[in-house]
């Protein structure tokens, strides 16, 4: 989950955490359900006391990771201009790219003890720049990437359209997109993707709906109201028990070897998300995660893990030289974490 400010808007001024209190009765519920989560959190929350006590006890007591998640709005160094395109960390010069993530690492570092070896970029905002600067960092794996989604229309954001759906190796200064074989970078992917189908005929699928004819006479809208063939992912904030199920079937049976739920813990305080401006609809992504994993236990054995578990347990350890190829054994397991939008429910937060 996107551990962070209150603040939906991307601002630098009146920065509140009130939503972190809530992480505690989250805890206590991923226990429950077994969940071991990955907290990506940003620099505001790393240096507000109150926040990182909060974050330190969870840690303490139970399965998780902390992870970081650069917003680069209120992130230091402050050089550039808060302009909408500036809040997107692929846009911004490669430098201060940079100078930000070690600004984050260190306070981290500082707040709980260890640097974190996960990363999510803010607004899914990762572009090929930052993967040299992950690696500087002592990141190895990362999570930013949502199959078959296009953030380009909001303030020139990445596009996944084409990314692998399972975990593989990014290479420094190369598309995302694009596995690189012997990468030091691990991308574990969030689970995006249909409701229909086998999640090996979804790009087909993707192709034929987002042509220009199609879209023309509004067949992608007209198939998801139909519960024909929705673009899904697998977050509890907006999306219905219904289709995430049917994301992770298909998704499965292409072969995926995980699935990665995410939100924004902002999402568990009313009022704070589109999605949760009321005590009933919080406690309607309670209900949705729950139901979720029950219906998930009885459609595949599942085994739960961290971001950087799941890098290990899917096979990706540190990079080596070139050898023949050899198959791997399939692992089946889940994480969870978090990411969307500035200003409004249409637009990639983070």
């Known amino acids: 989950m996107d551990t962070e400010e209150d603040n939906w808007i991307p601002t630098r001024t009146g920065i509140t955490l009130e939503n972190i209190q809530e992480l505690r009765r989250l805890a206590g519920a991923f226990d429950r359900w077994g969940v071991r989560a990955t907290y990506f959190t940003t620099y505001q929350v790393a240096v507000q006391p109150r926040a990182v006590a909060v974050l330190r006890e969870i840690a303490a007591g139970s399965a998780a990771e902390i992870g970081a998640h650069l917003h680069p709005w209120n992130t230091p160094p402050l050089e550039e201009a808060p302009l909408p395109r500036n809040s997107v960390m692929k846009n911004l010069p490669r430098e201060l ?56 229309a909001f303030d020139d954001g990445p596009t996944f359209v084409g990314a692998p759906l399972n975990a593989y190796r990014i290479g420094a200064g190369q598309d995302v997109r694009v596995p690189a074989p012997h990468g030091s970078l691990v991308e574990i992917p969030v689970t995006c993707g249909y409701t229909r189908l086998s999640s090996l005929r979804w790009p087909i699928v993707h192709r034929v709906l987002r042509a220009r004819a199609a879209r ?127 200003s409004g429910r249409d637009r990639p937060h983070g």
């Open 97 to 152: 790219q940079l100078a930000k993530l070690q600004r984050l690492t260190a306070a981290l570092r500082e707040a709980f003890g260890a640097a974190p070896t996960a990363f999510r970029a803010g607004r899914f905002g990762l572009g090929s720049d930052a993967v040299s600067a992950l690696l500087s960092c002592g990141y190895r794996v990362d999570s930013s990437v949502t199959p078959f989604v296009s953030w380009e």
């Open 216 to 342: 023309a006479v509004r067949v992608p809208g007209l198939l998801a109201r139909l519960g024909i063939a929705k673009l899904t992912i697998l977050t509890p904030e907006f999306e219905s028990v219904r289709d995430m199920l049917a994301l992770s079937q298909g998704a499965l049976a292409g072969g995926v070897r995980h699935l990665h739920l995410f939100f924004h813990s902002v999402a568990l305080r009313p009022g704070l998300s589109p999605w949760t401006s009321s005590a009933e609809s919080v406690e309607r992504v309670y209900a949705t995660i729950e139901r979720y994993l029950e219906g998930l236990s009885k459609m595949v054995s599942l085994r739960f893990a961290t971001v950087s578990e799941a890098q290990r347990a899917l096979g990706f350890g540190v990079a080596e030289p070139p050898r023949p190829a050899r198959q791997r054994d399939p692992v089946g397991l889940e994480g969870c974490r978090a990411d969307l939008s500035p």
